[in-house]
């Protein structure tokens, strides 16, 4: 079944590449590939190109929409890695996926909010979206955005 086949099957699309908003913002791409590998930029979770939910997880997000939050992110993130590999069918495996989450300073759920990616990325690739995680809590992210999504795949040849 090809990735597109199983995004279907989950409902979703990949979205347009989420460009960057304004300089300063934009001296960066949404990702690069060197060898075998695809490096993303981190990706915010952009709906049509606005951020649904803003603000501290813990505080005025809560757990469960920050999650959502991350899988929308990883959405994007695969967005970006296709932008520069062509088709997401050329991917052989999901490296790493690295969370960042705008945490309140109480809040210590950090990996149940980046579950919310690494479940995307296993429904999406399978075995090959098994991965090396890091959930990350920072103080604040780009635009008050709750959570942030990079990732590093390797490509077929």
Do not use: C, I
Not at 64 to 89: F, I, Y
Not at 91 to 115: E, H, I, L
């Amino acid at each position: 079944m090809s990735v597109a086949d199983r995004l279907a099957a989950l409902g979703l699309t990949v979205p347009a590449v989420a460009a960057p908003v304004a300089a300063p913002v934009a001296a960066y791409v949404p990702a690069v590939v060197t060898g075998r590998y695809v490096y993303t930029a981190g990706q915010l979770p952009f709906v049509d190109g606005a951020l649904p939910v803003t603000g501290k997880v813990g505080a005025e997000v809560d757990a469960e929409t920050a999650s959502a939050e991350a899988r929308t992110a990883a959405l994007n993130a695969l967005a970006a890695v296709e932008s520069v590999a062509g088709s997401l069918d050329r991917v052989a495996r999901v490296v790493k996926v690295t969370v960042f989450v705008a945490s309140d300073p109480s809040f210590t759920g950090q990996p149940g909010v980046a579950n919310g990616a690494s479940t995307l990325v296993g429904e999406v690739f399978g075995d090959a979206g098994v991965h090396a995680r890091s959930a990350v809590g920072v103080a604040v992210l780009p635009l008050d955005a709750p959570v942030e999504v990079e990732l590093v795949v390797e490509l077929t040849d």
